[in-house]
């Protein structure tokens, strides 16, 4: 043997020895490819020596290059052997980290309940979309032309003394009613349009057990060509029965600033007349407020207070009750 292959089999024999035992410590996968790079990469050591192949005699290269593959394929085996017994023990201790212990006592945490204000508009639009209605929303925060001129309330109309209203220091107001909704509606859709806005309204009024300064509505508007107040009695028919039962109802003679024939809404409860809503056929001029040509469509248009609904479904006898938060309270419904 020649002093050149000699030096080979000694610098692969030792390569093999050193490199199965450095990767039988390695202790990551990180780990373990940078030892597969330097031992079998194109620039690893085992190229290296490979590259002095070329030194030796044409009859001595087989045997070096069978040695080669054989130290290639033993460290080849090690790196398998040693990949998959760190994928195993990654895997098991991905197990045990994240093991139930079904034995341990659980985490109690009460179911909440809806409330009884969301309740009553949650059953009031299934029924407005039912019928067809879609639900709009719009700013809490107004300016006067959506909350009052735009509706056929003009600065010096005797109609605003029935609001009493938070103004901001800007011009601008806290909506008293959700009737803003349905301008802005109109002013972005072409009719046949029919729309239920809910939402939170703000009134400078005493509070006491039947009112309160903030307070939440539900107002619908329909227009179409043809509609009349026969169209109105009888949505807002099927809408109270669904929410009250098949009761009488009676529609009395009432004012409203947007609307034009106006009317309440009063329903019989419990041996006596109760007043739920308002409601009447849509002003002309507020349909040329957005738009609409009053000669082509007509319209109705009604509301109610959410509050005034749970109070009466529910029995209560204080609206604040509604706001308090009281569990004691809430956990009835």
């Known amino acids: 043997m020649s002093n050149g292959l000699g030096d080979l ?25 940078e030892l597969r790079v330097s031992y079998l990469g194109k620039k690893g050591q085992l190229s290296a020596i490979l590259g002095s192949m070329g030194k030796l005699p044409a009859e001595e290269k087989p045997k070096i290059g069978a040695i080669a593959n054989t130290v290639k394929e033993a460290l080849q085996t090690s790196l398998d052997k040693q990949r998959n017994a760190l994928e195993t023990a990654k895997i098991q201790a991905l197990l045990e980290s994240e093991t139930l212990d079904v034995t341990m006592p659980g985490i109690f945490r009460p179911q ?37 001129e735009a509706l056929n309330t003009p600065p010096d109309h005797p109609a605003r003394d029935m609001q ?11 909506r008293t009613h959700t009737s803003s909704v349905q301008i802005r509606y109109m002013e972005a859709e072409e009719a046949p349009i029919r729309v239920v ?32 107040f026969t169209d109105l009695k009888g949505t807002i028919k099927v809408f109270l029965q669904e929410i009250f039962g098949d009761l009488p109802i009676r529609f009395r003679a009432s004012y409203f600033p947007f609307t034009e024939p106006s009317a309440e809404v009063d329903l019989q409860w419990n041996g006596r007349w109760l007043e739920v809503m308002g409601c009447g056929m849509v002003d002309p001029n507020v349909l040329k407020s957005v738009g609409y040509d009053p000669e082509v469509y007509t319209g109705f248009a009604a509301g109610f207070g959410v509050e005034r609904f749970a109070m009466v479904l529910h029995q209560m006898d204080d609206i604040r009750r509604l706001y308090s938060s009281d569990l004691r309270f809430l956990q009835q419904f």
């Open 112 to 148: 909440g309940r809806i409330h009884p204000l969301n309740g009553i508009i949650d059953r009031a639009l299934d029924v407005f979309v039912g019928m067809g209605y879609t639900v709009a929303e719009g700013p809490e925060m107004e300016s006067d032309y959506y909350n009052f």
């Open 9 to 33: 089999e000694v610098q692969l024999l030792t390569l093999r020895t050193d490199a199965e035992g450095a990767i039988s410590q390695a202790d990551t996968l990180e780990r373990l490819e």
């Open 197 to 228: 806005a809910p939402g939170r309204v703000y009134r400078r009024d005493t509070v006491d057990a039947t009112h309160s300064a903030v307070f939440h509505q539900i107002e619908l508007l329909a227009i179409d060509e043809g509609l009349t």
């Open 164 to 174: 009493d209203t938070f103004y901001l220091p800007d011009g601008n107001l806290l």
